[in-house]
């Protein structure tokens, strides 16, 4: 399965963007980018996932550089609910195995 | 819909013993897993099933049997508990593999 590389923490202040980067230099054609978000104390929830174009939906925008080698998850508004640990993962689209890696830690200052 | 539900949320066992973890969806869906996350650690796939009577290994399967007799459901057992299952274990369950998986609230399982 192709690794992810994600900073290991990040602060941002409320009301401001943040841009959570992931890397993943040997992603396979066919293997989707996913991020989850894991609340303190809570089950991992699903935020966004895409291909090659970049994606929005209400929670967030995912863009995906040209050669699909990185992403970006972008919070738009940080709040403090925000505060969580992201995930990016790759699941190859015949396989739904989600292998975590460590996450990117992110901290919002009121 | 309840969603991903899982019980108990907090168990605490002696070494040796034994106990199910129990995971219900009714979402009707057909892949569910199990995790592990130990502290300050990311999520470990335990074991996982595509649909009803077929289940397969993840990353760390040893010390757990898992079944799959209805869709609705996906127990996890474990046969002779060990301090190193201290963890937290979630369920998830998705339509189908490549989809969007659906966790539950998790299970706090501390081994003595």
């Known amino acids: 399965d192709a690794k992810t590389t994600q900073p290991n923490s990040m602060e941002s202040n409320e009301e401001e963007p943040v841009h959570l980067p992931c890397n993943h230099s040997?992603?396979?054609?066919?293997?989707?980018i996913h991020w989850y978000r894991q609340l303190p104390s809570q089950g991992p929830e699903y935020v966004i996932h895409?291909?090659?174009s970049n994606v929005n939906n209400r929670m967030a925008s995912l863009a995906i550089a040209e050669d699909r080698k990185s992403s970006t998850l972008i919070l738009h508004r940080a709040t403090l609910r925000d505060a969580a640990v992201y995930y990016c993962?790759?699941?190859?689209?015949?396989?739904?195995?989600?292998?975590f890696g460590q996450g990117t830690e992110l901290s919002v200052k009121p | 819909n309840a969603g991903v539900t899982q019980t108990p949320k907090f168990q605490v066992l002696k070494t040796g013993q034994s106990m199910t973890l129990q995971c219900a969806q009714d979402?009707?869906?057909?892949?569910m897993s199990w995790y592990r996350q130990d502290p300050g650690m990311g999520l470990r796939l335990i074991h996982y099933?595509?649909?009803?009577?077929?289940?397969d290994q993840g990353e760390v399967p040893n010390g757990y049997n898992v079944s799959r007799s209805t869709t609705e459901d996906f127990p996890l057992r474990l046969l002779s508990a060990a301090p190193s299952q201290t963890s937290v274990y979630f369920c998830?369950?998705?339509?189908?593999?490549?989809?969007?998986?659906?966790f539950g609230p998790g299970t706090r399982l501390l081994v003595l």
């Open positions: 979402m009707n869906h057909e892949y």
């Open positions: 895409g291909l090659t």
């Open positions: 993962i790759l699941m190859a689209v015949t396989g739904g195995k989600l292998i």
């Open positions: 099933s595509v649909g009803a009577g077929i289940t």
């Open positions: 040997t992603i396979s054609g066919t293997d989707y």
């Open positions: 998830a369950s998705s339509r189908g593999l490549a989809e969007t998986q659906y």
